[in-house]
């Protein structure tokens, strides 16, 4: 039963079971461009090197697969031998 001139009462604030993010916040002035700068050129070659790798990776599959078909549809001389005129 409710009566009109009573409030209910709030319940007492429960303590947070996430620890407060100010200790991630950071002051205006402590960006350090120069090294930021520096470590996103590192990635940016590091990401240049991975895309190189997996070009070359293909390649090399690609080629071993045409390699492959040439040998089992029974074809000779599938594979290029290189060899040097000047042996002596």
């Known amino acids: 039963m409710k009566f009109p001139g009573r409030r209910a009462r709030m319940p007492a604030a429960a303590p947070s079971p996430v620890d407060d993010?100010?200790?991630f916040a950071r002051s205006v002035g402590s960006d350090d461009y120069r090294h930021r700068m520096t470590v996103n050129v590192i990635a940016f070659v590091f990401v240049l090197a991975l895309i190189g790798v997996g070009l070359?990776?293909?390649?090399t599959m690609a080629e071993m697969?045409?390699?492959q078909d040439c040998?089992?549809?029974g074809r000779r001389g599938c594979t290029p031998v290189e060899v040097t005129k000047s042996r002596w």
């Open 21 to 23: 993010l100010a200790k």
């Open 56 to 59: 070359w990776l293909a390649d």
């Open 65 to 67: 697969r045409k390699n």
């Open 71 to 73: 040998v089992l549809s």
